[in-house]
């Protein structure tokens, strides 16, 4: 499996690329590899919610707590709480986001 197709990967690819944020993090997402230096300094001139969703991302990738759980519902917009979901579904290895939906729906 290589580098780029590992779920966390693909979990940290979905948030980086969400509406939101994806005009400012493309130039920093590599094919196998993320440029953190780069998100970080981009993410210091972003909104709280936007730096909140490269934050998760990196949280994704270093699997170090530097994310309060409480600041997701709280911080983030119907739109990127949404896609924070789909990304958790991705990080687990499911293949889509029909969990999200359905627990949106129940």
Sequence with gaps: MSESSRPECVAIRHILASPAIAART??????????WEGLEREAQTMSGGERLLVGIASSLWTAESTIG??????????????????????????????????????
């Design 69 to 106: 759980l409480w600041d997701v519902p709280r911080r983030l917009d119907p739109r990127s709480f949404r896609r924070v979901l789909e990304a958790l579904e991705l990080c687990r290895g499911e293949a889509g986001a029909g969990t999200a939906a359905s627990l949106a729906a129940a």
């Design 26 to 35: 493309a130039r920093y997402v590599g094919q196998d590899e993320f440029d």
